[in-house]
């Protein structure tokens, strides 16, 4: 497995449901970032780890609660959503935080909430 | 209020035509990453321009960031269906250390 991979790739749930999204990243990076991908919105970053710290947490509600245990994995728990959370999250990693890193991004995760 | 502000929104060409999109912002990044998502994928680097007036090229594909570093254009030669995606721009600013997104061009080229 080489890259960024994020499980699962759908995911329905209600809104009192628990769920957490997986990412992995197989390259060797140390920064790792959440971002949320809505309809007629641009990218929104979420989170940043570098170097398992977090180091940005972007104004996110908490019911949005990340995990980094070590530098190639990073979770995101989700509990009691709301349907306008409904979009696709997804993962990137690079090699740190500094700006012009280029940033791989796994296939993300569609998020339906009802 | 949308710091990168990418034009058309929405572009619908034949292939074999010319193209390009815009990335605008009334602000100075330190470097401007393009990058291209497909249906169900999450989005690939093109290409990062870090000096003003920089134009770099990919085959078909040449990016051109602004002299003032607050602007960037991306020209496609002879679009071929498989250039159909979601087109990103991305500035990043060494003050906030993250990248900041453009809405993205969705650019369809039909066969």
């Known amino acids: 497995e080489t890259g960024v991979t994020q499980t699962p790739r759908h995911l329905v749930m209600g809104m009192t449901n628990k769920k957490s999204l997986k990412c992995e990243q197989h390259l060797g990076h140390n920064a790792m970032y959440w971002y949320k991908q809505s309809a007629k919105k641009p990218l929104e970053l979420m989170f940043v780890?570098?170097?398992?710290?977090?180091?940005e947490n972007n104004s996110v509600p908490s019911r949005f609660s990340p995990e980094c245990p070590n530098s190639s994995h990073l979770f995101l728990h989700l509990h009691t959503l709301q349907p306008e959370d409904s979009a696709l999250y997804l993962c990137?990693?690079?090699?740190?935080?500094?700006?012009?890193?280029?940033?791989?991004f796994g296939p993300g995760t569609r998020l339906t909430v009802l | 209020t949308q710091l990168l502000k990418q034009s058309p929104q929405f572009l619908s060409i034949q292939e074999g035509e010319n193209l390009t999109v815009y990335c605008n912002s009334s602000s100075v990044f330190s470097s401007l990453q393009w990058y291209r998502q497909e249906p169900g994928e999450g989005p690939v680097l093109l290409v990062t321009?870090?000096?003003?007036?920089e134009v770099k090229k990919l085959k078909r594909l040449t990016f051109q960031f602004g002299d003032a570093r607050k602007d960037s254009s991306l020209h496609i030669t002879a679009a071929q269906p498989g250039d159909t995606g979601l087109y990103l721009c991305a500035g990043g600013k060494r003050s906030q250390g993250n990248l900041i997104f453009g809405k993205g061009t969705k650019l369809s080229v039909k066969p």
């Open positions: 780890y570098n170097f398992k710290e977090q180091t």
């Open positions: 321009v870090v000096t003003g007036g």
């Open positions: 990137a990693s690079s090699q740190d935080s500094t700006v012009n890193n280029e940033q791989f």
